[in-house]
């Protein structure tokens, strides 16, 4: 599956159950990089795509779930139970640290990093698009 | 008096901020708060920066939460500390100009000094209790406390940028307030209260309750007056809270620093013009430069003294000595830096332009010097005034007994005071516009020499070039 994720400058995912932080920018981006495909996340992520054009699935064990060509649009959730069924990790990153409980679990210095570019954000002056793969 | 660091945090403190009147007048009532935590149920500071109060659960009441913008700060105490701010921040009370000079502020303990293991050197910043990105406030007094470089860049910037990131994403408005918590009649703050609650959908957004330390990793801070020390050493005697030292004038775009009876003093625009008591150290450390008039031919203080830990094998070089000489032609910035001075001279053409000619951007760098004096002195030294800007002028007469007061472009390192970003790692002049762009919380001086800035990870700004 292919795993699409914000993470901060430290890795850091969520603080106190919510996000660290959203920009729409990403939602646009995720509409032009893999505008056909269909899009797994908990209901949790919902309020991001919503008027959006992305077709999204909702569910609360969408990483189990997940096949081989999934995208899977991560929050909250640790990663190392599903590390053999990911292929691809994209990880939008904002520009600083803001305060975390949840982290990212998975190593990505074992991945290949295949690509970075910088997107400006709405409210993020500017945001790193890494792509990794296995 | 001495006192440890981490001793007053255990001690049992039942913290009651006053409550305070509605003041006439303010578009905003006082906070009315009982802060409802005391120092004895906080751990011990052990490295992280903050912990979390109440499950992250804020204890803001129904009738306090509003959709409706405002910001509102205590007034000081007898103690000069500040009290409780309390916002409910929007969009529309955001900054949309960069932050301005805060410098004239002396919050309650506040003492300048460096210490090489603290990132930027300066063991203390004027922390904003509700931070400048937030609500747009200044200098005001009411707003800034004596905190410690941890605790404003890893214990409130982040909360603060999630805050702020949050704000302009969605433009809802956050419940948001700021409690100095102090041991007694400390005038440092132990740490602060911090809580923020998203108005439009009940919390979904931004939810937490935190408690930040007002602490340095490897410092002893004497809270009753911010004194401090390298862990393991001596605290120093306590000093006088107040403000000692003379009163001055500043000029806060130019950034010198002048007497009060200065003639330079009447030249500055009322907007850029600052009063401050103080001692010359302390503002030095601020990053301003004795005025080359009012300061002629005296001995001028060191920048503050670096406290190096001792058993460090290779002692990082401290502080160096301003230059005792006159230095009022100083290097100028890049057209695209702005000049802060009166006037910019050419060196090669032996012209003198007023800062705002056209001609300035058409200076080679290597012949550009900005100049604060009077422009009769400049005159006796051989400038001519420029036939573009001083066109139809009265121009001074020719005094050639006036003694020469041009003096070559300091030699590199001789006593600069360089301004960093220690997030961009990059190292302006003092009078770069890039200087004043840095937040807050990632600016610091430095009195080392560029070749040690470099070494130390720092790279030279493309427009001041230093």
């Given at each position: 599956?292919?795993?699409?994720?914000?993470?901060?400058?430290?890795?850091?995912?969520?603080?106190?159950?919510?996000?660290?932080?959203?920009?729409?920018?990403?939602?646009?981006?995720?509409?032009?990089?893999?505008?056909?495909?269909?899009?797994?996340?908990?209901?949790?992520?919902?309020?991001?795509?919503?008027?959006?054009?992305?077709?999204?699935?909702?569910?609360?064990?969408?990483?189990?779930?997940?096949?081989?060509?999934?995208?899977?649009?991560?929050?909250?959730?640790?990663?190392?139970?599903?590390?053999?069924?990911?292929?691809?990790?994209?990880?939008?990153?904002?520009?600083?640290?803001?305060?975390?409980?949840?982290?990212?679990?998975?190593?990505?210095?074992?991945?290949?990093a295949v690509s970075t570019a910088e997107l400006e954000g709405y409210s993020h002056k500017?945001?790193?698009?890494?792509?990794?793969?296995? | 008096?001495?006192?440890?660091?981490?001793?007053?945090?255990?001690?049992?403190?039942?913290?009651?901020?006053?409550?305070?009147?509605?003041?006439?007048?303010?578009?905003?009532?006082?906070?009315?708060?009982?802060?409802?935590?005391?120092?004895?149920?906080?751990?011990?500071?052990a490295g992280e920066p903050y912990v979390v109060i109440n499950d992250n659960q804020p204890?803001?009441?129904?009738?306090?939460?509003?959709?409706?913008?405002?910001?509102?700060?205590?007034?000081?105490?007898?103690?000069?500390?500040?009290?409780?701010?309390?916002?409910?921040?929007?969009?529309?009370?955001?900054?949309?100009?960069?932050?301005?000079?805060?410098?004239?502020?002396?919050?309650?303990?506040?003492?300048?000094?460096?210490?090489?293991?603290?990132?930027?050197?300066?063991?203390?910043?004027?922390?904003?209790?509700?931070?400048?990105?937030?609500?747009?406030?200044?200098?005001?007094?009411?707003?800034?406390?004596?905190?410690?470089?941890?605790?404003?860049?890893?214990?409130?910037?982040?909360?603060?940028?999630?805050?702020?990131?949050?704000?302009i994403e969605t433009e809802n408005h956050v419940m948001y307030r700021v409690s100095p918590?102090?041991?007694?009649?400390?005038?440092?703050?132990?740490?602060?209260?911090?809580?923020?609650?998203?108005?439009?959908?009940?919390?979904?957004?931004?939810?937490?309750?935190?408690?930040?330390?007002?602490?340095?990793?490897?410092?002893?801070?004497?809270?009753?007056?911010?004194?401090?020390?390298?862990?393991?050493?001596?605290?120093?005697?306590?000093?006088?809270?107040?403000?000692?030292?003379?009163?001055?004038?500043?000029?806060?775009?130019?950034?010198?620093?002048?007497?009060?009876?200065?003639?330079?003093?009447?030249?500055?625009?009322?907007?850029?013009?600052?009063?401050?008591?103080?001692?010359?150290?302390?503002?030095?450390?601020?990053?301003?430069?004795?005025?080359?008039?009012?300061?002629?031919?005296?001995?001028?203080?060191?920048?503050?003294?670096?406290?190096?830990?001792?058993?460090?094998?290779?002692?990082?070089?401290?502080?160096?000595?301003?230059?005792?000489?006159?230095?009022?032609?100083?290097?100028?910035?890049?057209?695209?830096?702005?000049?802060?001075?009166?006037?910019?001279?050419?060196?090669?053409?032996?012209?003198?332009?007023?800062?705002?000619?056209?001609?300035?951007?058409?200076?080679?760098?290597?012949?550009?010097?900005?100049?604060?004096?009077?422009?009769?002195?400049?005159?006796?030294?051989?400038?001519?005034?420029?036939?573009?800007?001083?066109?139809?002028?009265?121009?001074?007469?020719?005094?050639?007994?006036?003694?020469?007061?041009?003096?070559?472009?300091?030699?590199?390192?001789?006593?600069?005071?360089?301004?960093?970003?220690?997030?961009?790692?990059?190292?302006?002049?003092?009078?770069?516009?890039?200087?004043?762009?840095?937040?807050?919380?990632?600016?610091?001086?430095?009195?080392?020499?560029?070749?040690?800035?470099?070494?130390?990870?720092?790279?030279?700004?493309?427009?001041?070039?230093?």
């Amino acid at each position: 599956m292919n795993i699409i994720i914000c993470l901060d400058t430290k890795n850091g995912m969520a603080f106190n159950r919510r996000r660290q932080s959203r920009d729409r920018c990403v939602i646009a981006d995720m509409e032009k990089s893999i505008p056909n495909a269909e899009i797994l996340a908990s209901s949790y992520s919902k309020p991001l795509f919503e008027g959006g054009n992305l077709k999204v699935k909702y569910s609360d064990n969408y990483l189990d779930t997940a096949t081989d060509e999934d995208y899977c649009f991560v929050e909250r959730e640790q990663l190392c139970p599903y590390k053999d069924k990911i292929s691809t990790v994209t990880v939008y990153r904002w520009d600083k640290a803001y305060p975390a409980d949840v982290t990212l679990d998975l190593p990505l210095d074992s991945m290949k990093a295949v690509s970075t570019a910088e997107l400006e954000g709405y409210s993020h002056k500017k945001i790193i698009k890494e792509i990794y793969t296995k | 008096m001495r006192k440890n660091a981490y001793k007053g945090i255990l001690r049992l403190l039942a913290v009651t901020v006053a409550v305070f009147t509605l003041l006439a007048g303010c578009s905003a009532p006082r906070p009315s708060y009982n802060v409802p935590i005391t120092l004895d149920n906080i751990p011990p500071f052990a490295g992280e920066p903050y912990v979390v109060i109440n499950d992250n659960q804020p204890y803001f009441t129904e009738d306090e939460i509003t959709r409706t913008s405002y910001e509102s700060y205590s007034p000081m105490d007898h103690l000069g500390r500040c009290g409780v701010a309390i916002a409910s921040i929007g969009i529309d009370i955001m900054p949309t100009e960069d932050r301005g000079n805060i410098g004239s502020v002396k919050p309650s303990g506040w003492q300048s000094v460096k210490y090489d293991i603290v990132d930027g050197k300066y063991l203390y910043n004027r922390c904003h209790l509700i931070a400048f990105m937030l609500a747009g406030e200044n200098a005001n007094e009411e707003n800034l406390i004596t905190g410690t470089r941890f605790m404003n860049t890893q214990g409130m910037l982040p909360f603060e940028d999630m805050v702020h990131d949050y704000v302009i994403e969605t433009e809802n408005h956050v419940m948001y307030r700021v409690s100095p918590i102090f041991d007694g009649n400390n005038l440092v703050a132990s740490g602060c209260l911090m809580e923020a609650y998203s108005v439009e959908d009940n919390g979904d957004g931004i939810c937490f309750c935190i408690y930040v330390y007002n602490a340095q990793p490897g410092i002893t801070i004497n809270y009753a007056d911010g004194t401090s020390c390298l862990n393991g050493q001596a605290l120093p005697s306590s000093t006088p809270s107040t403000a000692v030292g003379e009163t001055y004038v500043l000029n806060t775009s130019s950034k010198r620093v002048h007497k009060s009876t200065c003639s330079q003093v009447g030249r500055i625009d009322e907007e850029n013009k600052a009063e401050i008591t103080g001692t010359l150290e302390d503002i030095i450390a601020d990053g301003y430069t004795p005025c080359g008039t009012c300061f002629k031919d005296e001995a001028l203080p060191s920048a503050t003294p670096v406290v190096t830990p001792t058993p460090t094998a290779t002692p990082k070089p401290t502080a160096t000595p301003k230059p005792t000489a006159t230095p009022v032609v100083t290097p100028a910035p890049t057209p695209e830096g702005g000049v802060t001075a009166d006037y910019v001279l050419n060196t090669s053409s032996k012209r003198v332009h007023k800062s705002s000619c056209s001609q300035v951007d058409r200076i080679n760098e290597e012949n550009r010097a900005e100049y604060d004096g009077e422009l009769a002195d400049i005159i006796a030294q051989g400038y001519v005034p420029c036939g573009t800007c001083f066109k139809d002028e009265d121009l001074p007469s020719t005094t050639p007994t006036v003694t020469p007061i041009v003096t070559p472009t300091p030699a590199p390192d001789s006593g600069t005071t360089y301004v960093l970003n220690t997030d961009s790692m990059k190292f302006h002049y003092p009078s770069c516009y890039q200087a004043d762009r840095i937040k807050e919380e990632n600016k610091a001086t430095s009195t080392s020499s560029r070749q040690e800035l470099i070494e130390s990870g720092y790279s030279a700004c493309g427009v001041c070039k230093p």
